[in-house]
């Protein structure tokens, strides 16, 4: 079973705009959540986290904001830019250095 | 900013033949965590490291075994490969303060033929 669920498989925004990438879990014990950016042939790049005992974190252009009581999360990048174009994993722990489970993914393209 | 190292970074390996992947965490976290990614997939859990310590294992096949050793790098061995061992296999590694985060290396790339 899927326990971190990414629905949107792509999304596509225009430069400047905001993208907003979403995730939801199943998995009440879940207690860290991160979001992850990957480009072809490379590792995932840690972006941003927040832990279950916050409802926003903000980094720059990149916000994440938690809703523990509807178990989804999502991240918006204001303002969007072509180098974000990438493919972005939700990801989720139930303790700090425990396991990720990743959702499947969101391609994001930014257009110029 | 030093990384986590992995190698070889591609691979390519017949059917029923063995195969030895290294992971070099970044200095000072000693937590190594290791992940498979098939084709389309989301990356999936095989095994974690504490402290040279096997502290959590996922599915991982019993033809596979790991390892920590004393200066904290990992080796993934992988033995009587088959095709449905193809994938792209990431280490990962987290500091002792701030463990919650895990950074990945760019990963190994397995063909097994």
């Known amino acids: 079973d899927q326990q971190v669920k990414q629905n949107s498989p792509s999304l596509s925004v225009q430069e400047g705009r905001i993208s907003i990438l979403n995730c939801d879990y199943t998995n009440s014990m879940f207690d860290y959540f991160l979001w992850y950016k990957k480009y072809p042939a490379e590792g995932p790049t840690f972006l941003i986290s927040?832990?279950?005992?916050?409802d926003k974190n903000e980094d720059g252009r990149f916000t994440v904001f938690l809703n523990k009581s509807a178990k989804h999360l999502s991240l918006h990048i204001v303002p969007s830019q072509p180098g974000d174009s990438a493919v972005y994993f939700c990801?989720?722990?139930?303790?700090?250095?425990?396991?990720?489970?990743f959702g499947e993914g969101t391609q994001l393209t930014v257009n110029p | 900013a030093a990384g986590v190292i992995q190698s070889p970074r591609h691979l390519i390996k017949e059917k029923r033949e063995t195969a030895t992947l290294k992971c070099y965490p970044i200095?000072?976290?000693?937590?190594v965590y290791w992940y498979q990614q098939g084709p389309g997939q989301d990356p999936q859990f095989l095994i974690s490291f504490y402290e040279k310590m096997q502290s959590d294992k996922g599915s991982i096949p019993d033809r596979f075994s790991a390892q920590q050793f004393s200066d904290y790098h990992s080796e993934l061995n992988m033995s009587s490969l088959e095709l449905g061992d193809s994938a792209l296999y990431f280490c990962a590694s987290s500091p002792r303060q701030g463990r919650e985060t895990q950074y990945f290396g760019p990963g190994t790339r397995l063909l097994v033929l």
């Open positions: 990801a989720a722990s139930e303790t700090s250095g425990s396991r990720l489970t």
């Open positions: 200095p000072r976290h000693d937590t």
């Open positions: 927040i832990s279950s005992i916050k």
